[in-house]
């Protein structure tokens, strides 16, 4: 009785249903949201640095209490690296350039050199020759960033 | 020869029907792919055609903020351009004394004020925060002055936009 109400049964059954998946516009809806996503994808993976810039102007605007100890790197253009130390301790050093340009696995070696001989050293100030591109200032922010919080750009 | 024979045993079928279910099963692939990969950031942050960010190992988290973009030929701040460059120098007419651009120093001062300290949804929103997307060929001299003309206009807080390394 059932298979008859249905149509299931084979052979000379007036009201057998047979369902066809339209994949056309299955099809349709798929190209427009893959091209969308396509469109709208983006292949990069954006990150960020915070950084400071020293204080323009009067002393007394400047709220931020003075690091004791602050180390100071210069990226000269000729590849070579300055390290300078202030405040409560003092060294300098100057790294020379790697295949004329700058040593950042060095650079990296001496900071925590540093940062395990001053531990209440956390403060870096890099600044560059003017012609120095951003991309290796970029590099060596990455490299100071690792052992020290707060990183500013330029000099005091 | 041998062609001949295989086409007189399998003669061609004019109607050639489109193997539909095959190219459902790759779109299928394809869209699950691509919608695992959608990001649903905050922050859809995108430089410019002529702008290419560094690249850093270490980075923090995006947010969305402000804004300034260093081109060779142009500075922009959320896309709209406000000075012109020629490959990264200021024009003449625009540098002022200390060297940064008067054009770039009144609008920052412009936008600093007009900043909102809560977002639409009334989430509090930090005004004096920037996000520089900087080309990584610019020279320290014109980030410098971009850099002191922001600090000089109230933004204290700067957030280099950079691509992660991996």
């Given at each position: 009785?059932?298979?008859k109400l249905l149509g299931l049964h084979s052979g000379g059954g007036e009201t057998e249903q047979d369902f066809e998946l339209n994949l056309a516009s299955i099809i349709d809806c798929f190209t427009v949201l893959i091209t969308y996503l396509l469109i709208s994808a983006s292949f990069l993976t954006i990150g960020m640095f915070d950084v400071n810039v020293p204080s323009v102007g009067p002393a007394s605007n400047s709220t931020a209490p003075t690091p004791k100890i602050t180390l100071s790197v210069k990226l000269k253009q000729n590849g070579q690296l300055t390290i300078n130390v202030s405040g409560a301790a003092k060294q300098s050093l100057s790294l020379s350039s790697k295949d004329k340009n700058w040593d950042f696995d060095q650079l990296a070696a001496?900071?925590?050199?540093?940062k395990k001989k001053w531990p209440a050293m956390d403060t870096a100030m890099i600044s560059a020759d003017g012609l120095v591109e951003y991309a290796p200032l970029v590099k060596a922010i990455d490299q100071l960033r690792k052992h020290l919080p707060f990183v500013f750009i330029g000099e005091r | 020869m041998g062609v001949q024979k295989f086409l007189k045993k399998h003669p061609l079928n004019e109607d050639m029907a489109l193997q539909i279910t095959s190219m459902a099963d790759i779109f299928t692939i394809i869209l699950v792919?691509?919608?695992k990969s959608f990001s649903t950031s905050v922050t859809s942050i995108s430089p410019s055609n002529d702008v290419v960010l560094p690249s850093a190992l270490n980075s923090d988290?995006?947010?969305?903020?402000?804004k300034l973009e260093i081109s060779p030929s142009v500075i922009l701040i959320d896309d709209?351009?406000?000075t012109t460059m020629r490959e990264f120098r200021f024009e003449a007419s625009d540098v002022e004394r200390d060297g940064t651009a008067r054009s770039l120093n009144?609008?920052?001062?412009?936008?600093?004020?007009?900043?909102?300290?809560?977002?639409a949804e009334g989430k509090p929103v930090n005004p004096s925060q920037i996000l520089v997307l900087a080309d990584q060929?610019?020279?320290?001299a014109t980030l410098k002055a971009v850099l002191n003309s922001a600090s000089s206009s109230g933004f204290t807080e700067f957030k280099l936009v950079v691509?992660?390394?991996e």
């Open positions: 009785m059932s298979s001496q900071v925590e050199e540093m | 792919f691509l919608l988290e995006v947010v969305d903020s402000m709209k351009p406000i009144s609008t920052l001062i412009r936008e600093r004020k007009k900043r909102p300290e809560k977002d060929k610019t020279p320290y691509v992660k390394d």
